[in-house]
């Protein structure tokens, strides 16, 4: 059974950044397109951030330019870089992994990201 664990939220002042790292366990990594979601209160959940198996990114219009999401293979890990944070940013972060070819999707727990201004 794949698991995802996030970590890296927390408090941050506009203007600063914050790291994300997703761990991956249970599965094949490679095999499986990755991504970043955010959910703010009262909100609807949304894509941040995706990164394909072949590396290849795409970025929601609000992020474009400020966040880099990432991978490392060897280490089953994905990241999402997070730079001029604001706080229309707060939210919870969600890391998701979709395998294409057999339909299945995780998510992890979610870490908390706050922004103040």
């Known amino acids: 059974q794949v698991r995802l664990v996030e970590s890296g939220g927390g408090l941050v002042q506009a203007g600063g950044s914050l790291r994300l790292s997703c761990a991956f366990s249970?599965?094949?990594?490679?095999?499986?397109?990755m991504g970043w979601y955010r959910q703010a209160p009262g909100k609807q959940r949304e894509l941040v951030a995706s990164?394909?198996?072949?590396?290849?990114?795409n970025y929601a219009d609000p992020v474009k330019g400020r966040f880099t999401i990432s991978r490392d293979n060897p280490k089953n890990t994905q990241y999402l870089q997070m730079n001029s944070l604001k706080p229309d940013d707060t939210a919870v972060y969600y890391c998701n992994a979709h395998w294409s070819a057999v339909g299945r999707t995780y998510w992890g727990q979610g870490t908390q990201v706050t922004v103040s201004s």
């Open positions: 990164i394909s198996t072949g590396g290849s990114t």
């Open positions: 249970g599965g094949i990594f490679t095999l499986y397109n």
